[in-house]
Protein backbone atom coordinates (compact mmCIF):
# COMPACT_ATOMS: atom_id res chain seq x y z
CA UNK A 1 0.00 0.00 0.00
CA UNK A 2 1.32 3.34 -0.65
CA UNK A 3 1.46 5.89 2.33
CA UNK A 4 -0.64 8.34 0.64
CA UNK A 5 -3.25 5.71 -0.26
CA UNK A 6 -2.80 4.49 3.41
CA UNK A 7 -3.48 8.16 4.81
CA UNK A 8 -6.21 8.05 3.18
CA UNK A 9 -7.55 4.56 4.01
CA UNK A 10 -7.91 3.13 0.37
CA UNK A 11 -5.93 -0.18 -0.04
CA UNK A 12 -3.89 -0.44 -3.01
CA UNK A 13 -4.78 -2.78 -5.73
CA UNK A 14 -2.21 -5.37 -6.59
CA UNK A 15 -1.41 -5.13 -10.75
CA UNK A 16 -0.16 -8.32 -12.55
CA UNK A 17 1.30 -7.53 -15.77
CA UNK A 18 1.01 -10.93 -17.79
CA UNK A 19 1.14 -9.02 -20.99
CA UNK A 20 4.90 -9.35 -21.75
CA UNK A 21 4.55 -10.20 -25.58
CA UNK A 22 3.15 -6.92 -25.95
CA UNK A 23 6.25 -5.24 -24.74
CA UNK A 24 8.36 -5.73 -21.32
CA UNK A 25 9.06 -3.64 -18.57
CA UNK A 26 12.04 -1.86 -19.58
CA UNK A 27 15.36 -3.19 -17.40
CA UNK A 28 16.95 -1.17 -15.17
CA UNK A 29 20.26 -2.09 -17.25
CA UNK A 30 18.79 -0.34 -20.15
CA UNK A 31 17.28 2.45 -18.18
CA UNK A 32 21.30 3.36 -17.08
CA UNK A 33 22.57 3.27 -20.06
CA UNK A 34 19.85 4.70 -22.06
CA UNK A 35 20.29 7.74 -19.32
CA UNK A 36 24.10 7.51 -19.46
CA UNK A 37 23.77 7.86 -23.23
CA UNK A 38 21.35 11.10 -23.16
CA UNK A 39 24.18 13.00 -21.48
CA UNK A 40 26.41 13.15 -23.85
CA UNK A 41 26.37 14.84 -26.89
CA UNK A 42 28.19 13.56 -30.08
CA UNK A 43 27.06 12.36 -33.93
CA UNK A 44 28.64 8.99 -35.03
CA UNK A 45 29.10 10.43 -38.31
CA UNK A 46 31.47 13.24 -36.84
CA UNK A 47 34.87 12.96 -37.19
CA UNK A 48 36.11 14.87 -33.99
CA UNK A 49 36.28 13.49 -30.21
CA UNK A 50 33.06 13.80 -29.26
CA UNK A 51 31.48 12.08 -32.56
CA UNK A 52 34.11 9.58 -32.31
CA UNK A 53 32.97 8.26 -29.01
CA UNK A 54 29.55 8.49 -30.20
CA UNK A 55 30.62 6.11 -32.92
CA UNK A 56 32.68 3.80 -30.26
CA UNK A 57 29.46 3.58 -28.75
CA UNK A 58 27.11 2.26 -31.51
CA UNK A 59 29.88 -0.10 -32.61
CA UNK A 60 30.00 -1.27 -28.95
CA UNK A 61 26.05 -1.95 -28.85
CA UNK A 62 26.04 -3.38 -32.54
CA UNK A 63 28.54 -6.19 -31.62
CA UNK A 64 26.30 -6.74 -28.34
CA UNK A 65 22.83 -6.92 -30.30
CA UNK A 66 25.30 -9.59 -32.75
CA UNK A 67 26.32 -11.54 -29.85
CA UNK A 68 22.85 -12.63 -28.69
CA UNK A 69 22.75 -14.32 -31.56
CA UNK A 70 26.11 -15.46 -32.33
CA UNK A 71 25.95 -13.59 -35.62
CA UNK A 72 29.08 -11.15 -37.17
CA UNK A 73 28.42 -7.74 -35.64
CA UNK A 74 28.37 -6.00 -39.03
CA UNK A 75 25.87 -7.32 -40.29
CA UNK A 76 23.32 -5.79 -37.47
CA UNK A 77 21.25 -3.24 -39.28
CA UNK A 78 19.58 -0.91 -35.96
CA UNK A 79 16.33 0.17 -37.50
CA UNK A 80 13.45 1.79 -35.79
CA UNK A 81 12.01 -1.53 -34.65
CA UNK A 82 10.95 -4.94 -35.59
CA UNK A 83 7.81 -3.52 -38.10
CA UNK A 84 10.84 -1.60 -40.11
CA UNK A 85 13.14 -4.36 -39.74
CA UNK A 86 10.60 -6.82 -41.12
CA UNK A 87 9.72 -4.14 -44.26
CA UNK A 88 13.38 -3.79 -44.52
CA UNK A 89 14.43 -7.79 -44.83
CA UNK A 90 10.94 -8.20 -47.25
CA UNK A 91 11.19 -5.20 -49.63
CA UNK A 92 14.90 -4.36 -49.64
CA UNK A 93 16.07 -7.88 -50.50
CA UNK A 94 15.05 -7.37 -53.93
CA UNK A 95 13.26 -11.17 -54.81
CA UNK A 96 10.95 -11.05 -57.23
CA UNK A 97 8.18 -13.69 -54.96
CA UNK A 98 7.92 -13.67 -51.17
CA UNK A 99 6.64 -16.67 -49.58
CA UNK A 100 4.78 -15.81 -46.41
CA UNK A 101 3.52 -18.33 -43.51
CA UNK A 102 -0.35 -17.73 -42.79
CA UNK A 103 0.21 -16.81 -39.10
CA UNK A 104 3.11 -14.00 -39.60
CA UNK A 105 3.11 -11.08 -37.34
CA UNK A 106 0.97 -8.02 -39.27
CA UNK A 107 4.17 -6.08 -40.17
CA UNK A 108 5.12 -8.94 -42.26
CA UNK A 109 1.68 -9.73 -43.69
CA UNK A 110 1.40 -5.84 -44.20
CA UNK A 111 4.71 -5.28 -45.81
CA UNK A 112 4.05 -7.44 -49.18
CA UNK A 113 0.17 -7.71 -49.57
CA UNK A 114 0.46 -10.05 -52.59
CA UNK A 115 3.37 -12.32 -50.60
CA UNK A 116 2.02 -15.86 -51.07
CA UNK A 117 0.72 -17.69 -48.24
CA UNK A 118 2.24 -20.69 -46.64
CA UNK A 119 -0.15 -22.98 -44.41
CA UNK A 120 -0.11 -24.10 -41.54
CA UNK A 121 -1.16 -27.24 -39.26
CA UNK A 122 -3.58 -27.60 -37.06
CA UNK A 123 -0.77 -26.24 -34.07
CA UNK A 124 -0.21 -23.76 -36.39
CA UNK A 125 3.39 -25.02 -37.49
CA UNK A 126 4.59 -24.24 -41.24
CA UNK A 127 3.54 -27.24 -43.60
CA UNK A 128 7.06 -28.09 -44.82
CA UNK A 129 6.14 -29.98 -48.27
CA UNK A 130 3.71 -26.92 -48.89
CA UNK A 131 6.26 -24.76 -49.49
CA UNK A 132 8.32 -26.81 -51.09
CA UNK A 133 5.68 -27.34 -53.33
CA UNK A 134 5.09 -23.70 -53.18
CA UNK A 135 8.78 -22.98 -54.59
CA UNK A 136 9.06 -25.44 -56.72
CA UNK A 137 6.14 -24.27 -58.85
CA UNK A 138 7.86 -20.75 -59.92
CA UNK A 139 11.51 -20.68 -60.53
CA UNK A 140 11.80 -17.20 -60.18
CA UNK A 141 14.39 -15.51 -56.95
CA UNK A 142 12.05 -15.96 -53.81
CA UNK A 143 12.38 -14.92 -50.39
CA UNK A 144 10.87 -17.04 -47.44
CA UNK A 145 9.57 -15.60 -44.30
CA UNK A 146 8.93 -17.37 -41.02
CA UNK A 147 8.95 -16.21 -37.35
CA UNK A 148 10.84 -18.58 -34.85
CA UNK A 149 7.55 -17.95 -32.23
CA UNK A 150 4.55 -16.82 -32.93
CA UNK A 151 3.26 -13.61 -30.49
CA UNK A 152 0.00 -14.85 -29.98
CA UNK A 153 0.41 -18.70 -29.15
CA UNK A 154 4.38 -18.96 -28.55
CA UNK A 155 4.33 -21.76 -31.12
CA UNK A 156 8.23 -21.96 -32.28
CA UNK A 157 8.54 -22.90 -36.01
CA UNK A 158 10.72 -25.89 -37.67
CA UNK A 159 12.85 -22.62 -39.00
CA UNK A 160 16.08 -24.83 -39.62
CA UNK A 161 14.25 -27.13 -42.13
CA UNK A 162 12.33 -24.43 -43.17
CA UNK A 163 15.56 -22.62 -44.39
CA UNK A 164 16.79 -25.46 -45.79
CA UNK A 165 13.77 -26.36 -48.26
CA UNK A 166 14.12 -22.17 -49.02
CA UNK A 167 18.23 -22.46 -49.59
CA UNK A 168 17.37 -25.68 -51.32
CA UNK A 169 15.05 -23.44 -53.72
CA UNK A 170 17.52 -21.32 -54.30
CA UNK A 171 15.41 -18.75 -52.18
CA UNK A 172 16.66 -16.37 -49.49
CA UNK A 173 14.90 -17.11 -45.67
CA UNK A 174 14.35 -14.05 -43.54
CA UNK A 175 13.23 -14.96 -39.88
CA UNK A 176 11.52 -12.43 -37.40
CA UNK A 177 12.84 -13.50 -34.18
CA UNK A 178 11.48 -10.98 -32.07
CA UNK A 179 9.35 -12.90 -30.17
CA UNK A 180 11.78 -15.64 -29.30
CA UNK A 181 14.85 -12.97 -28.36
CA UNK A 182 15.30 -13.18 -24.68
CA UNK A 183 12.88 -16.21 -24.18
CA UNK A 184 14.78 -18.83 -25.72
CA UNK A 185 18.45 -18.82 -26.87
CA UNK A 186 19.26 -17.91 -30.19
CA UNK A 187 22.24 -19.02 -32.95
CA UNK A 188 21.88 -17.57 -36.19
CA UNK A 189 23.56 -20.65 -38.11
CA UNK A 190 21.47 -22.59 -36.17
CA UNK A 191 18.51 -20.77 -37.55
CA UNK A 192 19.88 -20.89 -40.86
CA UNK A 193 18.03 -17.54 -41.90
CA UNK A 194 19.99 -14.70 -43.89
CA UNK A 195 17.85 -11.86 -42.37
CA UNK A 196 16.91 -11.94 -39.01
CA UNK A 197 14.69 -9.51 -36.94
CA UNK A 198 14.74 -8.46 -33.63
CA UNK A 199 13.08 -5.25 -31.39
CA UNK A 200 14.29 -3.74 -28.37
CA UNK A 201 11.25 -3.56 -25.79
CA UNK A 202 10.07 -7.18 -25.91
CA UNK A 203 13.18 -8.34 -24.50
CA UNK A 204 13.55 -5.55 -22.00
CA UNK A 205 14.46 -2.63 -24.24
CA UNK A 206 13.31 0.70 -25.38
CA UNK A 207 10.44 0.95 -27.47
CA UNK A 208 11.25 2.52 -31.33
CA UNK A 209 14.26 0.59 -31.73
CA UNK A 210 15.16 -2.77 -33.52
CA UNK A 211 17.50 -4.30 -35.58
CA UNK A 212 17.37 -6.38 -39.13
CA UNK A 213 20.45 -8.82 -38.86
CA UNK A 214 21.97 -10.27 -41.94
CA UNK A 215 24.16 -13.41 -41.35
CA UNK A 216 26.09 -13.35 -44.96
CA UNK A 217 26.77 -11.16 -47.77
CA UNK A 218 23.50 -10.00 -48.69
CA UNK A 219 23.42 -6.17 -50.02
CA UNK A 220 20.06 -4.71 -49.22
CA UNK A 221 18.27 -1.86 -51.03
CA UNK A 222 17.36 0.67 -48.56
CA UNK A 223 13.91 1.72 -47.32
CA UNK A 224 15.29 4.83 -46.64
CA UNK A 225 17.60 7.24 -48.35
CA UNK A 226 19.85 10.01 -47.18
CA UNK A 227 23.01 9.51 -45.28
CA UNK A 228 25.34 6.50 -45.38
CA UNK A 229 24.68 5.28 -42.27
CA UNK A 230 24.31 1.67 -41.55
CA UNK A 231 26.74 1.09 -44.54
CA UNK A 232 24.27 2.47 -46.40
CA UNK A 233 21.05 0.26 -45.35
CA UNK A 234 19.45 2.62 -43.62
CA UNK A 235 20.01 6.39 -43.75
CA UNK A 236 19.31 8.61 -41.09
CA UNK A 237 21.44 9.60 -37.71
CA UNK A 238 21.68 6.60 -35.29
CA UNK A 239 18.95 6.63 -32.19
CA UNK A 240 21.72 6.50 -29.84
CA UNK A 241 19.13 6.64 -27.10
CA UNK A 242 17.65 3.49 -27.97
CA UNK A 243 20.65 1.94 -29.10
CA UNK A 244 22.28 1.98 -25.75
CA UNK A 245 19.01 0.53 -24.07
CA UNK A 246 18.83 -1.83 -26.91
CA UNK A 247 22.29 -3.27 -25.94
CA UNK A 248 22.07 -3.27 -22.52
CA UNK A 249 19.01 -5.31 -22.59
CA UNK A 250 20.45 -7.85 -25.22
CA UNK A 251 23.11 -8.47 -22.71
CA UNK A 252 20.84 -8.64 -19.89
CA UNK A 253 18.38 -11.02 -21.74
CA UNK A 254 21.24 -13.11 -23.11
CA UNK A 255 22.83 -13.73 -19.63
CA UNK A 256 19.79 -14.82 -18.15
CA UNK A 257 17.80 -17.03 -20.55
CA UNK A 258 18.10 -19.79 -17.66
CA UNK A 259 15.36 -18.12 -15.77
CA UNK A 260 13.11 -19.06 -18.57
CA UNK A 261 13.38 -22.69 -17.34
CA UNK A 262 11.21 -21.40 -14.39
CA UNK A 263 8.96 -18.89 -16.19
CA UNK A 264 7.73 -22.25 -18.33
CA UNK A 265 7.69 -24.69 -14.76
CA UNK A 266 5.26 -20.92 -13.80
CA UNK A 267 3.17 -21.40 -17.39
CA UNK A 268 2.50 -25.05 -17.34
CA UNK A 269 1.49 -24.73 -13.20
CA UNK A 270 -0.71 -21.89 -14.77
CA UNK A 271 -2.24 -23.67 -17.87
CA UNK A 272 -2.71 -27.00 -15.55
CA UNK A 273 -4.86 -25.10 -12.55
CA UNK A 274 -6.89 -23.60 -15.76
CA UNK A 275 -7.78 -27.34 -16.69
CA UNK A 276 -8.78 -28.20 -12.93
CA UNK A 277 -10.92 -25.17 -12.81
CA UNK A 278 -13.03 -25.27 -16.27
CA UNK A 279 -12.87 -28.55 -18.04
CA UNK A 280 -14.16 -26.48 -21.29
CA UNK A 281 -10.61 -24.22 -21.66
CA UNK A 282 -8.43 -25.07 -24.10
CA UNK A 283 -5.13 -24.25 -24.85
CA UNK A 284 -4.11 -23.40 -28.24
CA UNK A 285 -0.81 -24.68 -30.19
CA UNK A 286 -0.29 -26.18 -26.61
CA UNK A 287 0.64 -29.87 -28.29
CA UNK A 288 3.43 -27.93 -30.45
CA UNK A 289 6.96 -26.93 -29.30
CA UNK A 290 6.13 -23.12 -27.82
CA UNK A 291 7.57 -20.13 -25.98
CA UNK A 292 8.00 -21.11 -22.76
CA UNK A 293 6.13 -17.83 -21.61
CA UNK A 294 2.97 -17.99 -23.96
CA UNK A 295 -0.33 -19.30 -23.38
CA UNK A 296 -3.48 -18.69 -25.58
CA UNK A 297 -5.95 -19.78 -23.73
CA UNK A 298 -9.91 -20.32 -25.13
CA UNK A 299 -12.65 -20.02 -22.06
CA UNK A 300 -15.71 -21.04 -24.73
CA UNK A 301 -18.38 -19.02 -24.67
CA UNK A 302 -16.63 -15.38 -23.39
CA UNK A 303 -15.80 -13.30 -25.81
CA UNK A 304 -11.80 -12.24 -25.15
CA UNK A 305 -12.93 -8.60 -24.77
CA UNK A 306 -15.01 -9.32 -21.74
CA UNK A 307 -12.46 -11.43 -20.27
CA UNK A 308 -9.62 -8.83 -21.01
CA UNK A 309 -11.88 -5.95 -19.31
CA UNK A 310 -12.87 -8.04 -16.58
CA UNK A 311 -9.33 -9.31 -15.70
CA UNK A 312 -8.39 -5.57 -16.02
CA UNK A 313 -10.61 -4.66 -13.51
CA UNK A 314 -9.32 -7.28 -11.61
CA UNK A 315 -5.88 -5.97 -11.89
CA UNK A 316 -4.57 -8.33 -13.85
CA UNK A 317 -3.41 -7.09 -17.55
CA UNK A 318 -3.38 -9.61 -20.66
CA UNK A 319 -4.37 -8.98 -24.26
CA UNK A 320 -7.02 -10.43 -26.41
CA UNK A 321 -5.93 -13.00 -28.88
CA UNK A 322 -7.56 -11.23 -31.44
CA UNK A 323 -5.31 -8.06 -33.24
CA UNK A 324 -6.93 -5.23 -30.87
CA UNK A 325 -4.17 -2.20 -32.22
CA UNK A 326 -6.87 0.17 -33.12
CA UNK A 327 -8.96 -0.74 -30.38
CA UNK A 328 -11.58 -2.60 -32.77
CA UNK A 329 -10.97 -6.54 -32.11
CA UNK A 330 -10.96 -8.58 -35.21
CA UNK A 331 -10.87 -12.03 -35.25
CA UNK A 332 -7.40 -13.65 -34.95
CA UNK A 333 -5.60 -14.47 -38.78
CA UNK A 334 -3.46 -16.72 -36.62
CA UNK A 335 -6.09 -18.82 -35.48
CA UNK A 336 -7.83 -18.81 -38.11
CA UNK A 337 -4.90 -20.37 -39.99
CA UNK A 338 -4.80 -22.77 -37.39
CA UNK A 339 -8.25 -24.08 -38.59
CA UNK A 340 -9.76 -22.66 -35.40
CA UNK A 341 -13.58 -21.65 -35.50
CA UNK A 342 -14.39 -18.13 -35.05
CA UNK A 343 -16.20 -18.75 -31.61
CA UNK A 344 -13.69 -20.50 -30.04
CA UNK A 345 -11.10 -17.74 -31.45
CA UNK A 346 -12.97 -15.28 -30.08
CA UNK A 347 -12.90 -16.22 -26.78
CA UNK A 348 -8.80 -16.60 -26.93
CA UNK A 349 -6.58 -14.53 -24.69
CA UNK A 350 -3.60 -14.17 -24.79
CA UNK A 351 -1.31 -15.03 -21.10
CA UNK A 352 2.42 -14.13 -21.61
CA UNK A 353 4.81 -14.31 -18.43
CA UNK A 354 8.55 -13.09 -18.31
CA UNK A 355 11.78 -13.06 -16.50
CA UNK A 356 10.22 -11.22 -13.17
CA UNK A 357 6.38 -12.71 -12.98
CA UNK A 358 6.17 -14.59 -9.60
CA UNK A 359 3.68 -17.41 -7.99
CA UNK A 360 1.66 -14.54 -6.87
CA UNK A 361 1.15 -13.29 -10.24
CA UNK A 362 -0.19 -16.57 -11.38
CA UNK A 363 -2.35 -17.06 -8.23
CA UNK A 364 -3.72 -13.47 -8.69
CA UNK A 365 -4.61 -14.69 -12.24
CA UNK A 366 -6.09 -17.72 -11.61
CA UNK A 367 -8.26 -15.93 -9.11
CA UNK A 368 -9.64 -13.14 -11.27
CA UNK A 369 -9.78 -15.77 -14.24
CA UNK A 370 -11.89 -18.25 -12.01
CA UNK A 371 -14.22 -16.06 -10.29
CA UNK A 372 -14.63 -15.18 -14.02
CA UNK A 373 -15.48 -18.36 -15.00
CA UNK A 374 -17.82 -18.85 -12.84
CA UNK A 375 -19.90 -15.86 -12.72
CA UNK A 376 -20.19 -16.66 -16.60
CA UNK A 377 -21.07 -20.23 -16.19
CA UNK A 378 -23.62 -19.68 -13.63
CA UNK A 379 -25.15 -16.45 -15.95
CA UNK A 380 -25.46 -19.09 -18.87
CA UNK A 381 -26.73 -21.97 -16.33
CA UNK A 382 -29.27 -18.87 -14.87
CA UNK A 383 -30.38 -17.89 -18.22
CA UNK A 384 -31.16 -21.34 -19.87
CA UNK A 385 -33.18 -22.17 -16.97
CA UNK A 386 -35.33 -18.77 -17.18
C1 LIG B 1 6.39 -11.29 -34.04
C2 LIG B 1 6.47 -9.80 -34.09
N1 LIG B 1 7.11 -9.22 -35.10
C3 LIG B 1 7.21 -7.88 -35.21
C4 LIG B 1 6.66 -7.05 -34.25
C5 LIG B 1 6.79 -5.56 -34.41
O1 LIG B 1 7.80 -5.07 -33.57
P1 LIG B 1 7.85 -3.51 -33.20
O2 LIG B 1 6.78 -3.29 -32.17
O3 LIG B 1 9.23 -3.30 -32.64
O4 LIG B 1 7.64 -2.75 -34.44
C6 LIG B 1 5.99 -7.62 -33.17
C7 LIG B 1 5.35 -6.75 -32.15
O5 LIG B 1 4.37 -7.10 -31.54
C8 LIG B 1 5.89 -9.03 -33.08
O6 LIG B 1 5.25 -9.62 -32.07
Redesign the pocket.
Known sequence: MSGGAARHGIMARTETYLDW??TAPLRPEAAAAMSAALARCGNPSSVHRWGRAARQAVEHARSAVAALLDAPPEGVVFVS????A?HLALLGAGRDRVLVSAVE?D?VLRAVPEAERIPVDREGIVVPEALDRLLAADPRPALVSV?LAN?ETGVVQPVAEIAAIAHANGALFHC?A??AAGKIALDASAIGADLV?L?A??LGGP?GV?ALVVTGELELTPLLRGGGQERRRRAGTENLVGIAGFAAAAIAAGEEIAVYDRVRALRNALEADVAEAASEAVVLGAAAPRLPNTSAIAMPGVTAETQVIALDLDGVMVSAGAACSSGKVVPSHVLEAMGVGPDLAGSTIRVSLGSTSSEADIAHFLRAWTALYRRCRDFSVGARAA
Open positions: NAGGTENHSMNDVQTSHKPG
